[in-house]
């Protein structure tokens, strides 16, 4: 069955301590892997688009890169607006619409 | 607007009641998606409308849940005799194309009593 994890569910760091959230999927077939960040009471909004392994996207203080079995969002000296929910979706194999979400990473940086 | 616009963005309504949530998609966006948001659960699809194509409703989870589009454009999601485990955030996202990303509206808070 296509699966999507991600890890850690939580996370809380200081202003400009960098770290990276996970995202492992199994998914055959594997036909784009999507970050999003989500705001609360809002819907997600689009980051990244990684379609093969060794793959990396940038923007600002976020890079995303994807390995055969994981993509990973590294923050770089993030900032207390970098807190939020991050989603990663792969695209299933049945078709390139039909995305399978984890559950998120909430990240929360202190000022 | 630039974006994709749900409404209402909140509903509140008693067990058993009909509710209608609209979407509009993106100008000139031909894919549109329905997805559901459960507190502590991933993004849940629903069901997926590309151009006049027949829709994929493979997502929807009991025949209470209907969806249409109205001349490629407008979306509606009924859900029939609404009950409790019913109650989530209901997102709405549109793409330029199948294999484009998707961009999500705030979605509509669904509220069941």
């Known amino acids: 069955e296509d699966q999507v994890t991600q890890s850690p569910e939580a996370l809380r760091l200081q202003e400009g301590e960098s770290s990276s959230l996970n995202c492992s999927y199994t998914?055959?077939?594997?036909?784009?892997l999507f970050w999003y960040r989500q705001d609360p009471g809002k819907g997600p909004e689009f980051l990244f688009t990684?379609?093969?392994a060794g793959e990396e996207k940038e923007k600002e203080r976020l890079k995303a890169t994807l390995t055969k079995k994981e993509s990973f969002l590294h923050i770089t000296a993030p900032k207390p607006e970098d807190s939020a929910t991050y989603l990663c979706?792969?695209?299933?194999?049945?078709?390139?619409?039909?995305?399978?979400f984890g559950t998120g990473t909430r990240l929360k940086v202190l000022a | 607007g630039a974006g994709v616009s749900q409404s209402p963005s909140n509903k509140v309504t008693e067990k058993g009641k009909d509710v209608e949530l609209r979407c509009d998609p993106i100008?000139?966006?031909?894919?549109l998606y329905w997805y559901r948001q459960s507190l502590g659960q991933g993004l849940e699809f629903l069901i997926y409308?590309?151009?006049?194509?027949?829709?994929?409703k493979s997502g929807l989870p009991s025949d209470r849940f209907s969806a249409e589009r109205t001349g490629g454009s407008v979306s509606t999601l009924t859900i029939q005799r609404t009950q409790q485990e019913d109650s989530a955030v209901y997102l709405c996202?549109?793409?330029?194309?199948?294999?484009?990303?998707?961009?999500f509206g705030d979605g509509t808070r669904l509220s069941i009593l």
């Open positions: 996202a549109s793409s330029a194309s199948s294999n484009q990303p998707q961009h």
């Open positions: 998914v055959s077939g594997l036909r784009g």
């Open positions: 990684l379609y093969s």
């Open positions: 979706a792969a695209g299933d194999s049945t078709g390139t619409y039909k995305y399978i």
């Open positions: 100008s000139g966006h031909t894919a």
């Open positions: 409308f590309q151009g006049n194509s027949a829709p994929d």
